[in-house]
């Protein structure tokens, strides 16, 4: 009762101030006037397909890269740890968008690369994401007892034989929940490509949020781009808490 009577409380008093500091008719014409958006619905379910596309694509090339990865850093050897450990502080260390820039801005255009702005995103997506899949991969396999290690090799397996047979399949079952938990993410971190230019039939979400609001100076549309990612991520997040 304490806390149901704060909540409203809380809400009163947000409320009251709204009415009475702010324009709640200004507020409605540029948040929620939905008739904005007619004309508009096909391109929001082509954007929704965009955005779910490139996270997915990114997402599942940054799965098998991650693995690769966190094997190579649990190597013994430091020639090689150290190419798959910079590798992963790169990666984690320097901002999505400026990832996103470069590559795009100084590979594709300056080298003169067969890549599209498109194909580039699904690229820096998956090298992005494959520097934090290694270190979930990692907890994860680090989690395994050592003893499974221990018996795999005294069965005469080579390193690589007991990580395929019986220490990664173990690994995976732990670290489904954070990787989901990574798409998540992922799925809201394609908003980034807006930094890039996309063709109208490339448009993710938030891209054609932003254009819309451009051509009639209404922020429903970006309403409208929360109200797409939060159908997509929702489910989601309710999958990684079961």
């Known amino acids: 009762g304490a806390v149901l009577g704060l909540q409203a409380a809380i809400l009163g008093a947000v409320f009251l101030l709204f009415r009475?500091?702010?324009?709640?008719?200004?507020?409605?014409?540029?948040?929620?006037?939905?008739?904005?958006?007619?004309?508009?619905?096909?391109?929001?379910?082509?954007?929704?397909?965009?955005t779910i596309f490139l996270a997915f694509i990114g997402e599942t090339g940054g799965?098998?890269?991650g693995l690769v990865l966190a094997i190579l850093v649990l190597f013994k050897r430091r020639v090689v740890r150290a190419p798959a450990r910079t590798y992963i502080n790169f990666f984690r260390g320097t901002p999505l968008i400026w990832q996103l820039s470069v590559f795009y801005f100084g590979l594709a255009l300056g080298f003169r690369l067969p890549l599209s702005t498109f194909q580039t995103a699904m690229l820096v997506f998956a090298l992005n994401t494959g520097a934090y899949a290694a270190e979930v991969f990692r907890a994860g396999?680090?989690?395994?007892?050592?003893?499974?290690?221990?018996?795999?090799?005294?069965?005469?397996?080579?390193y690589l034989q007991s990580m395929r047979f019986a220490i990664?399949?173990?690994?995976?079952?732990?670290?489904?929940?954070?990787l989901m938990n990574e798409f998540v993410i992922l799925i809201k971190d394609t908003s980034l490509i807006i930094v890039l230019g996309l063709a109208e039939s490339e448009f993710d979400l938030f891209t054609l949020a932003r254009t819309g609001y451009a051509e009639t100076f209404n922020a429903t549309f970006f309403v409208a781009a929360a109200a797409g990612y939060l159908?997509?991520?929702?489910?989601?997040?309710?999958?990684?808490?079961?």
Request: charge should be positive.
């Open 168 to 178: 990664v399949p173990q690994a995976v079952r732990r670290v489904i929940p954070p």
């Open 63 to 65: 799965v098998v890269l």
């Open 231 to 242: 159908v997509v991520t929702l489910p989601l997040i309710r999958l990684v808490n079961a």
């Open 141 to 158: 396999i680090q989690s395994i007892e050592r003893g499974q290690m221990e018996a795999a090799r005294s069965l005469g397996m080579t």
């Open 20 to 50: 009475t500091a702010g324009d709640p008719e200004r507020f409605a014409f540029h948040f929620l006037n939905f008739q904005v958006l007619e004309g508009y619905g096909g391109a929001f379910v082509n954007g929704a397909k965009n």
